[in-house]
């Protein structure tokens, strides 16, 4: 029997057949997947609200203790009170959320500001959030916790790394001339010129700039002139 090709109706009509063949033969696989990727899905959207949540909670609480420590009460921000959660809380239960890791910095400041150095080192250390200039300065922090420890070196470098992470430009000024103050401290004269003069040609008219001008300008009324 002579046969002919089949007509585009024909060759949908077959796709359809494969399709329900497909489904027929395959259909516990296809309906088990299918739940898997339903579960999937509702357990995503309901990771993402509750993360949602928790950050809605965490800013809330942050703000609130953030204000105790703006007016100078740093052990209230720490620790709270009966109508305030503190920052330590705050870090323990909401650490992994943004506003989270935004208590670390504070409580890494209020540590600071009641002179409890390695409180505050730890604190800056656990920052692990993503946002540039918060990691900057946690780099920041953790830089001027090691100058007070007397750990110059490592806390020039940190200066460094805070201005290398930092995308506004005033912080990378300011932090780089911080680098600079303490390698100086160190006695790198040439490195701490060579960085102010980066500051200084990088970043004009920002208050690092104007802060690396005076040093070098103090340098050279003590060293004699420094070339440009």
């Known amino acids: 029997m002579e046969q002919y090709p089949l007509v585009e109706t024909d060759k949908e009509a077959e796709k359809i057949d494969r399709l329900l063949e497909f489904f027929i033969l395959h259909k516990n ?16 959207v309901y990771m993402r609200q509750q993360s949602q949540s928790a950050e809605e909670k965490a800013n809330s609480l942050v703000s609130s203790a953030s204000a105790s420590a703006q007016i100078g009460n740093w052990q209230q921000a720490i620790d709270g009170d009966a109508s305030l959660k503190g920052l330590r809380e705050i870090v323990n239960e909401y650490g992994s959320t943004p506003s989270g890791n935004f208590a670390k910095i504070l409580l890494g400041d209020s540590h600071l ?11 800056y250390r656990s920052y692990s959030g993503k946002i540039p200039d918060l990691a900057a300065s946690a780099h920041a922090g953790a830089a ?6 007397k750990e110059l070196p490592e806390a020039a470098q ?5 201005s290398e992470t930092a995308t506004n430009q005033a912080l990378k000024a300011l932090y780089l001339s ?6 100086l401290s160190l006695g790198e004269l040439d490195k701490a010129v060579t960085l102010y003069k980066d500051v200084i040609k990088k970043y004009p008219g920002l208050a690092g700039a104007a802060k690396s001008e005076e040093s070098l300008l103090a340098l050279a009324g003590k060293t004699g002139n420094i070339s440009e």
Not at 29 to 44: E, K, R
Not at 158 to 162: C, F
């Open 29 to 44: 696989l296809i309906i088990a997947v299918t739940i898997a990727i339903v579960a999937i899905a509702g357990s995503l």
């Open 113 to 123: 500001a009641l002179g409890e150095i390695d409180s505050a080192l730890e604190s």
């Open 144 to 149: 001027l916790c090691l100058s007070r420890k």
């Open 158 to 162: 940190l200066y460094e790394k805070a």
């Open 178 to 183: 911080d680098a600079a103050d303490t390698w």
